[in-house]
């Protein structure tokens, strides 16, 4: 959590920027990437009055690739998968290579922590942020519009790094939560979540099958589980979609990747066999019911 100084000193950043908006020219935005997480950022923007361009390999935005050089901030969402346990980020290295000299480049894609520091390095002449997203895709409007939380993560603790993240924060809609922090932590904060969410989908199956062999009624302890503000009714349904388990291509990929940096960095032997045997029940559960099986074959099989 920031200080006092901190948080006081980037509301009245926040506040300086605004004005300065209304008498200045307003910051052209640029978007590379326009799957649902791109667009719904780019639609905001747009509907806030800015001037937006927007580039991907669709026909429809191909053509603005050299726009995204005159860009003053450019927002960064494109894939980057993960297969067998390793990181892709080479699409968001090309994207950062469009950005103009003295630009600024916000990260928005899943990334695996110390990935920033490493591109700022390679890219000296723009100041590279990583921004993480929460974006659920059934309900990314209204998520984009109503962020739960604003974390912009700096790769040198600097005072024109922290200029900057201010700068790109009072750009986003308004979240009750936000911080600057660290981009290798910005990076974490992602992983956390999501193998979280991965593992309270696992662990909730396992209460489902607990239940049903005992005969009871899941349907009310689902409910009054769901009811408890500590729980809350995300990731408390172990039937969801088409199938059982962890599921859709975020949560499987990252939770993935993640146990392949917790093997990396030798924590314990303990832990490691605690995040494997979360993976190994989640993938019986997709395999038994059929779900999500292409993902897996991307995300665990594929070379």
């Not at 980020?89 to 469009?98: F, T, Y």
Request: hydrophobic share 40%.
């Amino acid at each position: 959590m920031p200080s006092f100084t901190e948080r006081h000193w980037n509301i009245s950043f926040r506040r300086t920027v605004n004005l300065n908006m209304k008498k200045k020219q307003i910051p052209k935005i640029a978007f590379v990437g326009q799957g649902w997480i791109g667009k719904n950022y780019a639609d905001n923007f747009e509907s806030r009055g800015f001037e937006v361009t927007r580039y991907s390999l669709e026909a429809e935005y191909e053509k603005n690739k050299a726009r995204v050089g005159g860009a003053d901030v450019v927002f960064i969402a494109v894939p980057t998968p993960t297969r067998q346990g390793k990181v892709d980020s080479k699409i968001v290295e090309e994207s950062l290579a469009l950005v103009g000299k003295g630009s600024t480049a916000v990260i928005k894609s899943t990334i695996e922590p110390g990935t920033t520091k490493r591109f700022q390095k390679k890219f000296a002449h723009i100041y590279v942020l990583h921004s993480p997203e929460f974006l659920t895709k059934a309900t990314a409007a209204y998520d984009t519009e109503h962020p739960a939380r604003n974390i912009i993560g700096i790769p040198i603790e600097s005072k024109t790094f922290r200029t900057k993240a201010s700068s790109v924060l009072s750009l986003l809609p308004k979240a009750p939560y936000e911080i600057i922090t660290g981009s290798d932590e910005s990076e974490f904060i992602k992983y956390a979540s999501n193998t979280f969410y991965y593992a309270k989908v696992v662990y909730f199956n396992i209460l489902y099958d607990f239940a049903k062999k005992k005969k009871m009624n899941w349907p009310d302890i689902e409910a009054s589980a769901a009811a408890d503000p500590m729980t809350g009714p995300v990731h408390t349904k172990p039937i969801h979609k088409s199938g059982r388990g962890a599921g859709g291509i975020c949560l499987i990929k990252d939770y993935a990747a993640f146990a392949a940096l917790l093997g990396k960095t030798r924590l314990s032997a303990e832990a490691e066999s605690v995040v494997e045997a979360i993976e190994v029940f989640n993938k019986k559960l997709l395999r038994d019911s059929g779900k999500d099986q292409q993902v897996i074959e991307e995300v665990y099989l594929k070379k």
